[in-house]
């Protein structure tokens, strides 16, 4: 099975600090960097650095809000990191099938 894996996708949504960003974006509708910095374990520089991969990837689009900017996630770009995580997953299913079945086969020709 031949999956397309958009890589930079991948790295922005592989980093446990981003993903916790994006949980409590769209938990509350959206945030500023400062808003974001009082609800996680880091400060509001490394906020917006996180923020800045995270909308280079086209996960969150940012509009300006008086001297902030208010960042939402992309609900389309997120589907599509969800599909293809999906589409991955079962992938690796199916491999991991197939070595299931070899590695019993191994074990039956063995016993015999």
């Known amino acids: ?10 790295s922005a949504v ?3 600090t981003r993903r916790r960003m994006l949980d409590v974006l769209l938990a509350d509708g959206g945030g500023t960097p400062t ?22 990837v086209g996960l969150v689009h940012v509009t300006p809000a008086g001297r902030e900017r208010r960042y939402e996630v992309d609900q389309a770009q997120l589907a599509r990191a969800v599909a293809q995580l999906t ?3 079962t992938a690796w299913d199916a491999r991991l099938q197939r070595i299931k079945r070899i590695a019993e086969a191994i074990q039956r020709a063995q016993k015999d």
């Open 35 to 56: 808003t974001l910095s009082g609800q996680l374990p880091v400060t509001r520089q490394a906020v917006a650095k996180h923020l800045g991969v995270l909308h280079r």
């Open 1 to 10: 099975m031949n999956v397309t894996v958009d890589d930079e996708l991948w």
């Open 14 to 16: 592989g980093d446990p």
């Open 87 to 89: 589409a991955v997953g």
